[in-house]
């Protein structure tokens, strides 16, 4: 029999090869979505063959609800879906930092944030996404990504508070301070350096959960509207017909599925490293 002790080495740090393993779908369904459009084999809106007919030589995934080529609308709707999720996490991630940051480097004003945090995360996304879109109806996709980023930046700034609290803490951040140093300089000179490998996991993380946002507003109507060609909408519109052709629905699906799980890898492998408790057998 074998004892067990506790192993709490640090997590080595993930390399580069890792992260861009597990980022290479993502990138390539990016690269995809800038050039899909030129690579459409077909007009977005024009029937190329029966409602909801099976793949063949003039679609190679065949049609969908108005029998229109699905591929060339899978190639077409994946941009402005990417970039509405991109946009929220810039800026979430942006403006969190900002708050997340100053928060920690002054405490009084940090208690304010952090109940002011606690209270918008109390109101949930869906409903304040519906709110947001029933005051604005014009807004479409605009007004979706708005809600999101307001909606996601309370999160992401007790995030960053937290993860900024203990270099806050530190003695040559103090000495920095007490040296007269202006709050810029302790903010982007530092502070920012310390929080890189959260930052770049937190705005991974804020684009996938754009991803999510963005295509459950589409899903429920809410953002883009027929006949445009987006991942989300193409899978309400065929969803009635998936047993007739099932790549109407399974193809954006998959886009949307395979985008959201490479960028939380890759956001998961850029988390910082900690120390874990295991056991060895």
Same mark, same amino acid.
């Given at each position: 029999?074998?004892?067990?002790?506790?192993?709490?080495?640090?997590?080595?740090?993930p390399?580069?090869?890792?992260?861009?393993?597990?980022?290479?779908?993502?990138l390539?369904?990016v690269?995809?979505?800038?050039?899909?459009?030129?690579?459409?084999p077909?007009?977005t809106?024009?029937?190329?063959?029966?409602?909801?007919?099976?793949?063949?030589?003039?679609?190679?995934l065949?049609?969908?609800?108005?029998?229109?080529?699905?591929?060339s609308?899978?190639?077409s709707?994946?941009?402005r879906?990417?970039a509405?999720?991109?946009?929220?996490?810039?800026?979430?991630?942006?403006?969190?930092?900002?708050?997340?940051i100053?928060?920690?480097?002054?405490?009084?004003?940090?208690?304010? %944030?952090?109940r002011?945090?606690?209270?918008?995360?109390?109101?949930?996304?869906?409903?304040?996404i519906?709110?947001?879109?029933?005051?604005?109806p014009?807004?479409?996709?605009?007004? %979706?990504?708005?809600?999101?980023?307001?909606?996601g930046?309370?999160?992401?700034v007790?995030?960053?508070a937290?993860?900024?609290a203990?270099?806050?803490?530190?003695?040559?951040?103090?000495t920095? $301070?007490?040296g007269?140093?202006?709050l810029?300089?302790?903010?982007?000179?530092?502070?920012?350096p310390?929080?890189?490998?959260?930052?770049?996991a937190?705005f991974?993380?804020?684009?996938?959960?754009g991803?999510?946002?963005?295509?459950v507003?589409?899903f429920?109507?809410?953002?883009?509207?027929p006949?445009?060609?987006?991942w989300?909408?193409?899978?309400?519109?065929?969803?009635?017909?998936?047993?007739?052709?099932?790549?109407? %629905?399974a193809?954006?699906?998959? $886009?949307?599925?395979?985008?959201?799980?490479?960028v939380?890898l890759?956001?998961?492998?850029l988390?910082?490293?900690?120390?874990?408790?295991?056991?060895?057998?």
């Amino acid at each position: 029999m074998t004892g067990s002790t506790p192993d709490t080495r640090p997590r080595t740090a993930p390399g580069t090869a890792r992260i861009l393993t597990r980022a290479l779908p993502a990138l390539l369904l990016v690269l995809l979505a800038l050039v899909g459009p030129l690579l459409a084999p077909h007009a977005t809106d024009r029937p190329v063959t029966m409602p909801y007919g099976g793949a063949d030589d003039g679609a190679a995934l065949g049609g969908d609800l108005l029998g229109r080529d699905v591929l060339s609308r899978l190639l077409s709707g994946g941009t402005r879906l990417i970039a509405t999720a991109l946009a929220i996490a810039v800026v979430v991630t942006v403006a969190a930092t900002a708050i997340g940051i100053l928060a920690a480097l002054r405490p009084r004003l940090g208690r304010w %944030v952090e109940r002011a945090a606690d209270l918008a995360i109390l109101l949930p996304a869906v409903l304040g996404i519906l709110l947001i879109a029933l005051a604005w109806p014009s807004g479409g996709r605009l007004a %979706v990504g708005a809600a999101a980023t307001v909606l996601g930046i309370p999160y992401a700034v007790r995030i960053v508070a937290a993860a900024a609290a203990p270099v806050a803490a530190t003695g040559y951040l103090e000495t920095a $301070a007490a040296g007269g140093e202006r709050l810029w300089y302790l903010v982007v000179r530092e502070v920012l350096p310390n929080l890189r490998a959260t930052l770049l996991a937190l705005f991974g993380l804020r684009f996938v959960e754009g991803v999510y946002v963005v295509s459950v507003a589409a899903f429920l109507q809410l953002g883009p509207q027929p006949p445009e060609a987006d991942w989300a909408l193409m899978i309400r519109e065929n969803a009635p017909g998936i047993m007739l052709n099932p790549w109407a %629905v399974a193809a954006p699906c998959l $886009a949307i599925g395979l985008l959201a799980i490479s960028v939380n890898l890759a956001a998961e492998a850029l988390a910082p490293a900690r120390p874990t408790p295991e056991t060895t057998l």
